[in-house]
């Protein structure tokens, strides 16, 4: 059997996009990219029926996969001559980072010209449920950076043992991916980090190890760019006709909940709901999957919990 087609839609600069791209360039996996616009609305996913609004979202032949964390997971097991492993403490990584992330995100420098553009502070008030003040972003600056230091302080505590990687005993993990990427986007993010104490001479183990991780993975992979219709034949030459499962409702349980996803259940599993969906105006249809951790599911007809 042929290994399966990846094609990856995101933008450039969207930090947990990042996680897929580092991802992809370390295990030197072949994909296509569908470069995504940073704002609402995205056509190239609404070809396919897909309403769920954050990114990145990949794509494997005809399975479309709808969290950072379920892609990387399923990539490792798709692809498992050369996983990088990590197992369960990688997805401790996962949890941390993503809880540091909420900090890191609170440090978005005010004068940047994304956030002095009124359709991109729309779009994220959207993607939050909360209005976006660039004075009450400034005024809680000082707290989101105490966070992000901590952070900082977190792994240099990690590294003092004298482990390369992040995890003791591993080469180069998945858990490095699930840690790294939120630590790079401050040091890389101008202004980010204006006005803290982080710094090469506070936290060198870290400095060192995130230098060590870009260095390890080197120039970051690109992949074959695609349109959206290429994109959109691409998955749907392996799908089937449409089924007559039960339509679900999917939405996350934090950020993005304006944007739901509504498909015809196919499949629940113990970690994964499968979702079959009909994109406008066709008869072949796409597989949705949703990580059960981190989401809601609700039966359109009823209204209630699945």
């Excluded at 993005?256 to 105006?281: C, N």
Aim: with cysteine; net charge neutral; proline share 8%.
């Amino acid at each position: 059997m042929s290994a399966p087609k990846i094609i990856l839609y995101h933008y450039s600069y969207s930090p947990y996009a990042h996680k897929i791209s580092y991802y992809l360039t370390l295990r030197a996996l072949p994909f296509s990219q569908c470069p995504q616009p940073p704002i609402m609305p995205r056509a190239d996913l609404s070809l396919l029926g897909v309403t769920y609004r954050r990114i990145p979202v990949v794509a494997l032949d005809n399975r479309i996969l709808l969290n950072t964390s379920l892609i990387l997971s399923t990539l490792e097991t798709a692809f498992p001559t050369g996983a990088l492993g990590g197992g369960e403490a990688a997805a401790e990584w996962t949890r941390w980072s993503d809880k540091l992330f909420r900090s890191a995100a609170a440090c978005i420098p005010t004068g940047l010209p994304a956030m002095k553009n009124p359709a991109f502070l729309r779009d994220r008030a959207d993607f939050s449920g909360g209005a976006m003040n660039p004075e009450v972003i400034d005024a809680n600056r000082p707290r989101a950076l105490m966070g992000v230091q901590m952070g900082f302080e977190h792994t240099e505590e990690k590294l003092r043992d004298g482990r390369k990687w992040i995890l003791d005993g591993y080469e180069v993990s998945l858990a490095d991916i699930n840690a790294v990427w939120v630590l790079d986007w401050m040091l890389t993010l101008p202004g980010a980090l204006e006005g803290s104490e982080i710094s090469a001479e506070k936290y060198p183990l870290t400095y060192a190890w995130v230098a060590r991780f870009m260095a390890r993975m080197g120039p970051v992979a690109r992949g074959t760019i695609v349109s959206g219709a290429e994109a959109k034949e691409m998955i749907l030459a392996g799908g089937g006709a449409p089924g007559s499962g039960e339509e679900v409702k999917v939405v996350p349980v934090d950020t993005g909940r304006s944007h739901p996803q509504v498909g015809r259940l196919v499949r629940r599993d113990a970690d994964t709901v499968t979702l079959e969906v009909t994109p406008p105006g066709e008869n072949r249809t796409v597989l949705l999957v949703v990580p059960i951790e981190g989401f809601e599911f609700e039966k359109v007809e009823t209204g209630a919990r699945l």
